[in-house]
Each structure stands twice: as C-alpha cells, then as structure tokens.
T-cell receptor, first 115, second 113 residues
Framework: AQSVTQPDIHITVSEGASLELRCNYSYGATPYLFWYVQSPGQGLQLLLKYFSGDTLVQGIKGFEAEFKRSQSSFNLRKPSVHWSDAAEYFC?????????????FGPGTRLSVLP | ETGVTQSPTHLIKTRGQQVTLRCSSQSGHNTVSWYQQALGQGPQFIFQYYREEENGRGNFPPRFSGLQFPNYSSELNVNALELDDSALYLCASNPGGLGNEQFFGPGTRLTVL
C-alpha cells in the first residue's frame, strides 16, 4: 500500500521569502502525485499534479513541484511567498490497489507567513 | 467554488446512531470519492464510486457504506457511530480517471457524543 510523509508539521516564512515543502511517498511504481491546499473554512484545492513526463510541474498561484524518483520525493516550491499563501498543504498519492483506486494524503504542513 | 455541495454543514449525533451525509457532484462527473478528515490530520480515503459502483476502498470498516445515484448525487452512510467518527467528511467529484483533478466540497462536520 502507498504511504505519504510530510516531515514538517509547521513552517513559518517571511513574506517574499522562498518556500519548500517536503513530501516523500512509498509506492512500488510511479504513482499519481498531487499537492492540495486547504485554507481555513475553505475546501481543498488542487495546486498541481504529476504522473508522467517532465518531472518539474507548474501549478496555480506560482507553485511548482519536482518529482525525484530516486528520492521518492515530490517537493513543493514557491520562489516568493505571499501572505495569502498561509494555509495547510497536503501531498497526496493516487494509485491502484487490490480494491481499485486509492488515494492517500499526507498529514499536512501548516504554513504561516510573517509580514 | 467547485460546484460540489454537501449537506448538512454540521451534524451532532450520539454514539450508536446512524447518519447519512449527502453530496451533489459537478454535472458530468461520474466519479465521487469520500474522505474523513479528523482534526489536525490529512483526509483519509473512505471509498470511491464510479457510475454507481464502488471501485476503490480505503481502510474503513463495513459500517461505512455509500451510494451513488444517476443524478450526480451520492450518500455516505455510517452505522453504529463511535466517538472516533467525529470528523469533517469531504466528498470530491471528478470526471473519471486516477489522474484527473478531484473537486472537493466544503465538507460536513460530524460530532458524535
């Protein structure tokens, strides 16, 4: 079965600083990889996804992520953080198992942004 | 706005009771997934329905069951509620396929006393 770890529970950055959120997964093949953002009182929104092709993927709101097969990682990056980026970020893996399609979300990383 | 709606917004039940949560997917989306998100945790996949058939299930007991209807609505039923079932329940619809974006509803907050 697949699993997802997000080593950082909480990260604080200053507005304008760069950001990297870490995600590691465990799965026997190349999974479908996703990053979602959840703001207080808002639903989950997809930032970007990867399942094949160029290992550097661009998403919405200026985010990008890089898939590294050798490290089983799919880290999320943003060159300059805005105060509105403060939210909870979830990495997720989609795969096929014995029961059909399955999705596993990581525990999340809470991002705080200092003015 | 994702076009996915859920009802009710909040619900309070007592242990041992049964509950039905409802979701209305985006028109044309033949796949719906349900998730349980406990406070401070990531969403946990309960199951997925494709064209009214379950086609994926997470590590949840059989007292969690679902239905999907031809009009893009779906239900999550939970029997014999336990205190640990208190959580935010999310549904997500997509047009089908593992790699497609899931559009999440705002969730139903269930409290079990």
């Amino acid at each position: 079965a697949q699993s997802v770890t997000q080593p950082d529970i909480h990260i604080t950055v200053s507005e304008g600083a760069s950001l990297e959120l870490r995600c590691n997964y465990s799965y026997g093949a190349t999974p479908y990889l996703f990053w979602y953002v959840q703001s207080p009182g808002q639903g989950l929104q997809l930032l970007l996804k990867y399942f094949s092709g160029d290992t550097l993927v661009q998403g919405i709101k200026g985010f990008e992520a890089e898939f590294k097969r050798s490290q089983s990682s799919f880290n999320l990056r943003k060159p300059s953080v805005h105060w509105s980026d403060a939210a909870e970020y979830f990495c997720a893996v989609g795969a096929i198992d014995n029961y059909g399609q399955n999705f596993v979300f990581g525990p999340g990383t809470r991002l705080s942004v200092l003015p | 706005e994702t076009g996915v709606t859920q009802s009710p917004t909040h619900l309070i039940k007592t242990r041992g009771q049964q509950v039905t949560l409802r979701c209305s997917s985006q028109s044309g989306h033949n796949t719906v997934s349900w998730y349980q998100q406990a406070l401070g945790q990531g969403p946990q996949f309960i199951f997925q329905y494709y064209r009214e058939e379950e086609n994926g299930r997470g590590n949840f007991p059989p007292r969690f069951s679902g239905l999907q209807f031809p009009n893009y609505s779906s239900e999550l039923n939970v029997n014999a509620l336990e205190l640990d079932d208190s959580a935010l329940y999310l549904c997500a619809s997509n047009p089908g396929g593992l790699g497609n974006e899931q559009f999440f509803g705002p969730g139903t907050r269930l409290t079990v006393l």
